[in-house]
């Protein structure tokens, strides 16, 4: 059974930082791209970040750009996005995801494991 679960997140103040992590089992990290999305309240779910299989090549939705970085050690089986000088309009929940679609079209394409999400909020 797969199971992906995030951690790290919690309330922090605009500016500051959080370092998201995904702990990943049931299956083998590096057939996998992996990414992050997000859904704040009220609003539709979306893209953040996605990784290649080898942690290679990196694609991040405008918005976060300069400010987020994912990452990936696929000997711990563990992925991350680190979030630095976050702004209020980050706060959302944030899922880790996985797909055996290309990278590049993780942001739109087909994803077959979601976890089950950790809340991160920005206060200003």
């Known amino acids: 059974q797969v199971q992906l679960v995030e951690s790290g997140g919690g309330l922090v103040q605009a500016g500051e930082s959080l370092k998201l992590s995904c702990a990943a089992s049931?299956?083998?990290?590096?057939?996998?791209?992996m990414g992050w999305f997000r859904q704040a309240p009220g609003k539709e779910r979306e893209f953040v970040a996605a990784?290649?299989?080898?942690?290679?090549?990196?694609y991040y939705r405008d918005s976060v750009k300069g400010r987020f970085t994912a990452s990936r050690d696929n000997a711990k089986n563990t992925v991350y996005l680190e979030m630095n000088s976050l702004k209020p309009e980050d706060t959302a929940v944030y899922y880790c995801?996985?797909?055996?679609?290309?990278?590049?079209?993780?942001?739109?394409?087909?994803?077959?494991?979601w976890g089950q999400g950790t809340q991160v909020t920005v206060s200003s």
């Open positions: 049931g299956l083998t990290l590096s057939q996998y791209a």
């Open positions: 995801v996985g797909s055996v679609a290309p990278t590049s079209r993780l942001s739109d394409g087909p994803v077959d494991y």
């Open positions: 990784i290649s299989r080898l942690g290679r090549n990196t």
